[in-house]
């Protein structure tokens, strides 16, 4: 790397990179030696110069670089937690090839350092506007090892394949065949995987025609564009304008069944199952999308609503379809305990046993899984068949089928 002229700013700079540093270390993101002493050398902040120091290293939020039409974003330069728990996840070493899918300059910094000399990296952007970031930060900096392509990060960078490690640095729903095809045998594959809806970014390690994953972590990312964009399909419950379903792997097949279901009786049901104020519930939400029947998310405008629902979060609640059947968790706090009890309302000709069907969920989690590792994971070719796949559960996505399985605490 070039030197930077060093001045008041420069050295301001220094010391709120080796805060974030030291704070990451501290909260456990960083582990490694090789993590800890990139992330001490790359000035992110000259990727964001319309960004303030302060803005550019804080430690866990992303700097938006690029909106659409409608404020959404579409390019960012991720947190620094996030950027070290994904280099973490991906173990790379002096000499190795790397591919990123996503790029604004920074990442692809630390990844060149982490490869050395001897390594190559591999940047790939489908907007041609972050890459030209990405490439003059990449310039100013002095990485010369760093290759800035344009191209649709489905397809990975064959040109340069096959790759050591693989780090998608955008939110995924699916995992294109490429991305396994051009990753070595027991290679590393890290991206943000969306799965009914929950977003993880995943470490996978390659095996034959596998992934299996050996790491996850919650976390959000600006979404994939191209040919791997997904958009979640979007209905708004019968009954009230005011009350949106999001469903991430598909709406019921027959939402006219939905019809009236606010106008029956809503029943109540209690759990039994509490969480204390920091506890993580990272595990109960995935295993609540993968056991429920059409899990899906809910959002409500409060000047649109009936009021027929709730009490509930407003910007996301999770939810649950059976035919007529309506449900969704809610929760009780208990400010002397400092704890929380969950428990769930539904609708519906059997709304009470559905309420109760659902709560078994919970308790089930609760006894059998809460203190477990975490589910298992591992992602097929979409032409796998059933009994070559183990599993509690199969997700079938376009390109692959992703099994997941509960071990039991």
Known sequence: MTDVTVGPDENHATELRNKVVDKLKEDGTIVSPSVE??????????????????????????????????????SSVSAPQIQAM??????????????????????????????????????????P?????????????????????????????????????????????????????????????????RINGLTRTYGFVRQGDHLVATSAHVCGFVSVQGAGSHKQQVMQL????????HFDEGAPANPSLLEGVLDTPRAETWTGVTVGSREPIGTLQMYLATHVPTYCSMTIDPELSTGAIGPTGLGFSMVAVDGPNFGYIVV??????????????????????????????????????????????????????????????????KHSRISVSWPVA
């Open 37 to 74: 002493a990139a992330m001490r050398k790359v000035p992110r902040h000259l990727a964001v110069p319309e960004a303030s120091l302060d803005d550019a290293y804080s430690t866990y939020n992303a700097v938006v670089t690029q909106e659409d039409e409608h404020g959404n974003h579409t």
């Open 86 to 127: 994904q280099l973490e996840q991906a173990d790379i070493r002096p000499g190795d090839d790397v591919l990123e899918i996503g790029t604004n300059g920074p990442n692809a910094a630390y990844i060149a350092e982490l490869t050395g000399s001897t390594g190559q990296v591999t940047t790939v952007d489908i907007d």
């Open 129 to 193: 506007t972050p890459a030209a970031r990405a490439q003059q930060f990449l310039d100013a900096t002095g990485y010369t090892n760093v290759r800035v392509v344009v191209a649709d990060g489905e397809s990975g960078a064959p040109d340069h394949a096959p790759y050591d490690a693989i780090i998608v640095t955008a939110g995924a729903w699916d995992i294109p065949p490429a991305w396994t095809e051009q990753l070595k045998d027991g290679g590393r594959l890290v991206l943000p995987l």
């Open 238 to 245: 019968p009954g009230d304008k005011g009350v949106t379903l």
């Open 332 to 397: 009780r706090r208990d400010p002397e305990k400092n704890n929380a009890e969950f428990g769930f309302h539904a609708y519906g000709p059997d709304g009470s046993g559905f309420a109760e069907r659902l709560a078994d969920i919970v308790r089930t989690w609760g006894k059998e899984h809460r203190n477990a590792p975490g589910p298992q994971i591992a992602v097929y070719p979409a032409a796998t068949p059933d009994d070559r796949i183990p599993g509690d559960r199969i997700i079938d996505k």
